[in-house]
């Protein structure tokens, strides 16, 4: 968490030099909107649910009709699987994510593609302590809270388009997940046994909507 506050840090300072350096390429935007992740595996049959995403950026000129995007930003993205009982378990994934976006401004000040990585840092899955037990639908020897050790660093791809005037954009992105976020499961010789001795693996989908306001 200190280095997550330190790289926080570090941008807002950035994008306050930038800004007073050259005000006509350089503008620090805000930004908060919703999102709906959705889950890659051939083991589990996820719901999509709607989560939330907020945090702060940096957009500049780069090259002729390019701009580069930094930010951070801060979600909390959500997913269900099904119990035995056919009833709806809620997974919750908070996460940092630190990003580096091209952009190409299709229309100047108006609307650009963007596309670059993504780094997400998060913490386990989230569950309700009423569902911790609950045995699950795709594999019934394996509890909810059994799954909740995920990956804690996972690496996505951004691409996404925005639109809207010069200060007040509409953002719409997706991120999907390159790296097994499930792979840490995978570790628990016990888990892979309950598991049918196979491994984890899923990937995840972020789907986004955000406005962004520039200063």
């Given at each position: 968490?200190?280095?997550?506050?330190?790289?926080?840090?570090?941008?807002?300072?950035?994008?306050?030099?930038?800004?007073?350096?050259?005000?006509d390429s350089n503008r620090?935007?805000?930004?908060?909107?919703?999102?709906?992740?959705?889950?890659f595996s051939d083991q589990f049959n996820a719901k999509p649910e709607t989560g939330w995403i907020g945090g702060f950026s940096l957009?500049?000129?780069?090259?002729?009709?390019?701009?580069?995007?930094?930010?951070?930003?801060?979600?909390?993205?959500?997913?269900?699987?099904?119990?035995v009982l056919d009833k709806d378990i809620n997974y919750k994934m908070s996460a940092v994510?630190?990003?580096?976006?091209?952009?190409?401004?299709?229309?100047?000040?108006?609307?650009?593609?963007?596309?670059?990585?993504?780094?997400?840092?998060n913490g386990?899955?989230?569950i309700d302590e009423e569902d911790e037990l609950k045995l699950l639908k795709d594999s019934p020897?394996?509890?909810?809270?059994?799954?909740?050790?995920?990956?804690?660093?996972?690496?996505?791809?951004y691409a996404g388009i925005t639109a809207g005037i010069k200060n007040v954009r509409l953002h719409v992105s997706y991120?999907?997940?390159?790296?097994n976020f499930m792979n840490n499961l995978n570790k628990s010789d016990?888990?892979?046994?309950?598991?049918?001795?196979?491994?984890f693996k899923a990937n995840y989908g972020i789907l986004s909507g955000m406005i962004t306001f520039y200063l």
């Open positions: 968490m200190k280095k997550v506050i330190c790289l926080l840090t570090l941008l807002v300072t950035f994008s306050i030099n930038a800004q007073y350096g050259s005000r620090i935007g805000i930004s908060g909107g919703i999102t709906q992740m959705s889950l957009r500049g000129n780069y090259y002729n009709d390019w701009q580069m995007a930094f930010g951070m930003n801060f979600t909390e993205s959500n997913f269900s699987l099904q119990s994510q630190i990003y580096l976006t091209g952009s190409y401004m299709i229309i100047e000040n108006h609307l650009t593609f963007e596309i670059g990585p993504v780094l997400q840092i386990k899955l989230a020897l394996i509890t909810a809270k059994d799954i909740t050790d995920i990956t804690k660093i996972n690496g996505n791809i991120q999907y997940g390159v790296n016990e888990l892979k046994l309950l598991n049918g001795n196979e491994k």
